[in-house]
């Protein structure tokens, strides 16, 4: 089953936002892997956003998330890749799909509120850097046969 690795941003959690974005991801049909609520170091932050470096953004997007504590999870389900991305919507707010989060609840793209992995690849990395593989759960959800077929 494939694998996605998804943060409520500092704003999103600032906001009282990490029960709402679990809550879509839940009625969704994903299936939660692991979760954890920790405050990001420096050298996390630009581990995470290594491919940034460089780039006129990233010493704010480092100040950003390393600003207040962030919800770290990794989210399972048929294409979970592309299905989470779309429920967060495009990384310009302005620009994301009505009824995405980031369309919902965000303006700006310093401020939109989540990650999520944007590749396979890029997904399996990211897990590997935020969580141990003992922190990632196997279990059986009652409601898997009807969800995924
Ligand atoms: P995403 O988070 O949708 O994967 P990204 O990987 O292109 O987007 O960029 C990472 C984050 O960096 C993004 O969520 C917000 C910030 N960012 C990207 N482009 C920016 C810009 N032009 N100005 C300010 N922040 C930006
Ligand atoms: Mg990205």
Redesign the pocket.
């Given at each position: 089953m494939e694998r996605t690795f998804v943060l409520v941003?500092p704003d999103g959690v600032q906001r009282g936002l990490i029960g709402e974005v679990i809550a879509r991801l839940e009625k969704r049909g994903l299936k939660l892997t692991a979760a954890k609520f920790l405050a990001v170091s420096n050298d996390l932050a630009e581990k995470h956003?290594a491919?940034?470096k460089g780039?006129?953004?990233y010493p704010?997007?480092i100040r950003y998330i390393t600003s207040a504590p962030v919800m770290a999870m990794v989210w399972e389900g048929t294409n979970a890749v592309a299905v989470v991305?779309q429920t967060?919507g495009?990384?310009?707010p302005w620009e994301a799909a009505p009824g995405s989060i980031r369309h919902d609840f965000a303006l700006e793209?310093?401020r939109?509120l989540?990650?999520?992995s944007?590749s396979v690849e890029n997904a399996q990395a990211e897990i590997a850097l935020w969580f141990s593989p003992t922190e990632l759960v196997e279990w059986q959800r009652c409601s898997d046969d009807w969800i995924f077929g």
């Amino acid at each position: 089953m494939e694998r996605t690795f998804v943060l409520v941003k500092p704003d999103g959690v600032q906001r009282g936002l990490i029960g709402e974005v679990i809550a879509r991801l839940e009625k969704r049909g994903l299936k939660l892997t692991a979760a954890k609520f920790l405050a990001v170091s420096n050298d996390l932050a630009e581990k995470h956003y290594a491919v940034h470096k460089g780039k006129d953004f990233y010493p704010g997007l480092i100040r950003y998330i390393t600003s207040a504590p962030v919800m770290a999870m990794v989210w399972e389900g048929t294409n979970a890749v592309a299905v989470v991305r779309q429920t967060m919507g495009a990384t310009r707010p302005w620009e994301a799909a009505p009824g995405s989060i980031r369309h919902d609840f965000a303006l700006e793209v310093g401020r939109n509120l989540t990650h999520a992995s944007d590749s396979v690849e890029n997904a399996q990395a990211e897990i590997a850097l935020w969580f141990s593989p003992t922190e990632l759960v196997e279990w059986q959800r009652c409601s898997d046969d009807w969800i995924f077929g």
